[in-house]
């Protein structure tokens, strides 16, 4: 980040972290006299920094308000940001990150997203990166819209940037300990920070979680799993036990953070920040089937080429599901299968080193910010959510990136700066899966490793990027200012599946031993205007067009299919591209007491990046729609009213219509020509869904807040946070459009009480109070749909999340 402004106001990458900054302020609680004050200049990374409104629609969360309402990860963050939703998965890429609707699909590892995440100024290509979570973090900032000019690459919908914090220079011992009653989890955080010398310091962030119950029902019983081995067409019977607890998620998750900061001399500063997570989760897959409408209720599976009641299996919306656990015999046989004993899980190891280097002379800031990063990912999980033996996968996989970024930016005393950076990123993946269904045995195989195996899979990506952006920035008069930039990216992604093994009873559907190869460049000029004008200090008017890019690529995780017509051509997909505009006011009113901030928008994607999973065929499909739009406003305000010291009162309102343009998408399984699906040949057959709204797109989202400290006897202090975020009608599905959850209401509040001086607190914080059970997504389970394009059709079973239910935790903390 350039430490400092240049010309006569900052522009570009400084002014978003200061504006971000300045709008935290308003969501701390803190009163309107200091407000005032801190908008003048502020601390942003140890570095004292002057602070303007910025034309870009920006959401900051201070560290004081993840505090006071206990958000520990991205996940929380949703909960105070109507325009993002967070969804984690298992598989794929591990989440789903969507801001005005517009999200990459989660299920695939391939696809990166269109939200990028931002730690520390790094660019992390995987959504999975969610498991880091928040700990000793200063605040997060969520710039919606495009943003491909400063935000290293790929951010076509938003940016979400986390910032940590630096040493200090002085003495900072921090601890917290927390417990949340509804999942028996333990937190604990403990920060150690202090000056070596008066030109350098340390500090230590540790943090770790242990869920000892969870909070969903697993009712998996023991159940015998039969077999037929193709080799001697013998049938063979295995015994599963039940799993060891009938609560899940359990997660153990340790963290650590170190950083050094030097300042050797008044031009040079450095910042090394080092941490390793280790996130594991027994029993991970917090999902449930809750819609099964081809036997009106009663979970089923096919018999004959028909639905065949499962009357013992539950579906329901009751965070009650089945995840069953993998013989033993049978996961004695894989090192991936056997990783938790035979019982389901995830595990998300991380390695993770910046070097972030600045020189700031008189007439230029140059800063420098080098990355290594790595990701080591192994779960396994029930496939199914039958509380049986049935179907499970497993699955291995390597990320590793290295990126260097490198930026400069004038200070001339002139109308006219400019800033010049040059982007470098090698990434590499490698990739393994396993399915187990259907019963499927071999021991006539070389390898014991695929004695059980319906068939697997093993994937490769070696990728290369390199960018160059520039952004000229004109003052034309006192108040009014235009700036214009662009960035040129161009990548390279070399790719290839293979299906090594495929079961003798599936070579009819799986294709085994080809290699898919993909060897594909992209590149583009993605340009971006911005004009604002600011006739006084508390009034800003901006209007921006902007375009974004993301490349093309390969879908890892796929599956090769005889059903599928064009392998490749399903495997791979194109690059993603936006273009539109936006326009915002933001004023500050009663000596700044009151802010409102109203942006509106338009845009229009054209070939998102989607994955499609047809669950009764097993065949994956990696494609692009055609077009979609999104177009909306949002307006928040904030108020300290002077009447009542210690009071900050927040509110928004957001309309957002996001919605397919043109899309010829698959059918969804078991769908009928009565519900959309025509007549035709195909294996796998297409309906039309242009102008169908997207999932996960609410046209009415909003909250409702505020923020109460005040002082009392004894050199006390109390608090009170309250939230309470609405949201309209959204789908569940992508495909699907059938499935919906309807509009509803979360309500989170917080009571605390501590020490005026900050020494201790302790506080109670509640999460979803009035319980309320929320679908999040939907996909369909394996092998329960069929006969699809046809009148006699039926749809599969769905399982999906669902919002954590009502949570109370309680939590001390204490500062030096």
Known sequence: MIPKTYGRRPSGLAALTLGATALGLLATGITPAQAQMDTVTVQARAVEQ?????PVAITAISEESMDNYGIRNLKDIAAISPSVEINRISSGSGAEISIRGIASSPGSIGIEASVAVIIDGVYYPQSRVIHEGLFDASQVAILKGPQALYFGKNATAGVISIT????????EILGKVSYEVEAHRWLGEAVLSTPITDKFGIRLAVTGTKMNRGFMQNDAVDSIYTTLDAATL????????????????????YGARLTLKGTPNDVFTYRIKGSIVDDKVNNASITEIFECAALNGIAHEVVGGAPSPLPDVNCAKDRVTGQSTVPPEVAAT?????????ENGEQYKSYNITGDFMFDWDNIAWQSILNWHKQDVGWVIDCDQKNFVSCFASEYSEFEVFSV????????DSALNAVLGVYYQKTKRDWRQEVIFAGAQNTAVTDPANEFIAYDKISGSDGKTWSVYAELIWDITDQLQLTGGARYIWEKKDSFFTQPYVNPFFTGLFVEGRVLADDSAFDDLIPEVTLRYQPNDDLTFWVAYKQGFKSGGFDNGSIDSTLNADPIGDITYQPEHVEGGEFGVKAEFLDNTLKIEFDAYHYNFTDLQLNFFNSDTFAYRTLNAGSAKTTGAEIQIDWAPEAVEGLVLMASLAYNDARYGTFIAPCYSGQTPAQGCPVQAASLKE???SGVTRNNAPKWAGKLGFNYNRPFANGLEWGLSGNLKFKSDYLLSSTNSRLSQKGYVQLDAAVRIGD???TWQFAIIGRNLTDQYVVLNATGTPSTGGGQGTP?????????????????????SFRF
């Open 334 to 342: 894989s090192v991936d299968l056997n990783r938790f004993g035979g």
């Open 792 to 812: 006699t059709g039926f749809e599969s079973d769905y399982y999906g999340a669902s919002l954590d239910p009502r949570t109370v935790e309680f939590e001390l």
């Open 50 to 54: 002057e602070v303007r409104d910025i």
């Open 164 to 171: 940590t914090n630096d040493p200090g220079d002085e003495l």
């Open 405 to 412: 970024e490198s930026r400069a930016a004038t200070k001339w």
């Open 234 to 253: 013998q049938s063979n019977s295995f015994a599963a036990p039940g799993p060891s607890s009938s609560w899940l998620p359990r997660q153990e998750m």
């Open 687 to 689: 309906q039309d869904l």
């Open 756 to 758: 005026i001086d900050g």
